[in-house]
């Protein structure tokens, strides 16, 4: 059995992560068969440094250099930081490979190109998709190897204006046992590309995958490393697509921004509240608006519900852009406190567009879509707030843009919990123009007629 450099064995599973002095059959950890494998890394010698106190340091100014795309430089925060190390996660076929590579020919300085290194493609492909995409070839140095090592090697001898890294599961470097897609191998290309970033002050992008659960893949010290994460999100299916500010440390976090996928690449969109509900027909019974709050840029989402009768002994729910778990509390609390009842009928909700709503605020709207489709009366309304288990509706922040951009959309009635008022579902039903069998109190629900 072979040591490594410092002397002392370690081995590391190649699933989680976990380090050990010795082997096993299995990852103590995981518990997965076969997992642990000898890690030999090379031990550096730290750089002598010095602490120097806050008021010496000064401040250096943050230099940002816009993309070129408004919504990528409203995600960043107004541009690409010299030195930045931003990561880019997203679902197989979302359009993260698209996004950067327009990206790239636009970040191209005059004597400075910009350096893509891709292990999932050769460089005709890329050249291909390229051309496609109406990109300026001339502006993007194209290399297919899976050597992080040598990318490294390319990126400082031509120092390109930016280098993109597609995808850090399909690179590994000599010095680290295991294939690409280790949680040593990630980890240790992803510190390699970060020191390279910090070290020549040109920024990196590195595109990540994700998991089934929809989170990047590989450690989680991976995003503590980089200074950006973002995700691009959005149904395959459909042509809209979100990125998402997930950290950052120059500017604002939670910010978004909105694309559609066309035939010439990812387009940006200033407006895409028009885009998605420009067909909406609100005389429908199940079809009610929410209006999200995607960072600080409220988008109108469509939620639409349909209860048909089944003669199935078990009623199917199936849920598409909310969560599961709480669309099943809501029809729990109709059936109880508005006496909406949803015994022998199939329940099917979805969030229109292909996107995930994951805020409480959208409560209201799911229950009053369903029992607009279980009572076959149309609702018409845009609506929001968060609904408890005992059968009150609560307000959720935000509501004076939420309002707003209801308005801005046309939509003439909108269905919230008054500030600072705990409010009854059954009252919310009502206020919605919708039948409930349940005798109602004091009406405090807010309706507003523009």
């Known amino acids: 059995m072979a040591k490594s450099v410092n002397g002392h064995v370690r081995f590391e599973c190649r699933s989680c992560g976990f380090h050990s ?22 031990k550096q010698r730290p750089a002598s440094s010095k602490a120097v106190s806050l008021a010496a340091a000064g401040a250096d100014p943050v230099e940002r250099r816009p993309v070129g795309i408004a919504e990528i430089d409203r995600v960043l925060g107004g541009g690409l930081v010299s030195g930045a190390a931003v990561l880019v996660g997203g679902e197989p076929g979302v359009g993260k490979s698209t996004l950067l590579l327009q990206a790239a020919a636009l970040l191209a300085a005059p004597g400075r190109a910009t350096l893509v290194a ?79 970033a910090k070290r020549s002050s040109v920024p990196v992008f590195i595109v990540g995958h994700v998991t089934k659960e929809g989170s990047i893949a590989g450690p989680k010290l991976l995003e503590h490393m980089v200074d950006v994460v973002l995700y691009l999100e959005g149904d395959p ?87 599961a778990a709480r669309v099943h509390q809501i029809i729990a609390v109709l059936e109880r406190h508005a006496g909406v009842s949803f015994a022998g009928q199939d329940v099917f909700v979805s969030v229109v567009g292909g996107f995930r709503v994951r805020e409480p605020g959208a409560d209201l709207a799911v229950a009053l879509a369903l029992a607009s489709s279980r009572t076959g009366e149309p609702a018409g309304v845009a609506a ?50 919708l039948s409930t069998p349940t005798p109602l109190a004091s009406r405090r629900v807010v309706r507003a007629d523009f």
């Not at 440390?249 to 690449?265: D, K, T």
Request: proline share 4%; aromatic share 4%; charged share 25%.
């Open 21 to 42: 002095g010795k082997w096993m059959g299995f990852c103590p950890q995981c518990r997965e068969k076969g997992a642990l494998l000898e890690f030999r890394g090379a």
């Open 118 to 196: 891709s292990a999932e493609e050769s460089v005709g492909q890329i050249a291909l998709r390229a051309r496609r995409l109406g990109v300026e070839l001339d502006k993007v140095l194209v290399t297919a190897t899976n050597d992080v090592d040598e990318v490294i090697r390319l990126a400082e001898e031509s120092q390109p204006a930016a280098l993109v890294v597609d995808s850090i599961q399909t690179f590994a470097t000599g010095d680290v046992d295991g294939s690409p897609g280790m949680v040593a191998q990630v980890r240790e290309c992803g510190a390699r590309l970060v020191a390279l």
């Open 237 to 323: 299916d459909w042509g809209l697509r979100l990125l998402r500010n997930l950290k950052n440390r120059f500017g604002a976090v939670h910010q978004v921004g909105f694309f559609e996928m066309q035939e010439l690449g990812l387009v940006e969109l200033s407006d895409p509240g028009s885009v998605m509900n420009g067909g909406w027909q609100g005389d429908v019974p199940g079809s009610v608006l929410f209006p999200s709050m995607e960072g600080r840029r409220p988008l109108l989402l469509e939620v639409q519900a349909l209860v048909a009768p089944t003669s199935l002994p078990q009623p199917r729910r199936s849920v598409k852009g909310l969560e």
């Open 384 to 433: 929001w707030g968060e609904v408890g288990l005992t059968g009150e509706v609560r307000s959720v922040g935000q509501g004076d843009h939420r309002r707003d951009e209801a308005k801005r959309m046309g939509v003439t009635t909108v269905v919230a919990s008054g500030e600072g008022e705990i409010d009854r579902i059954s009252e919310a039903l009502l206020a919605a123009g």
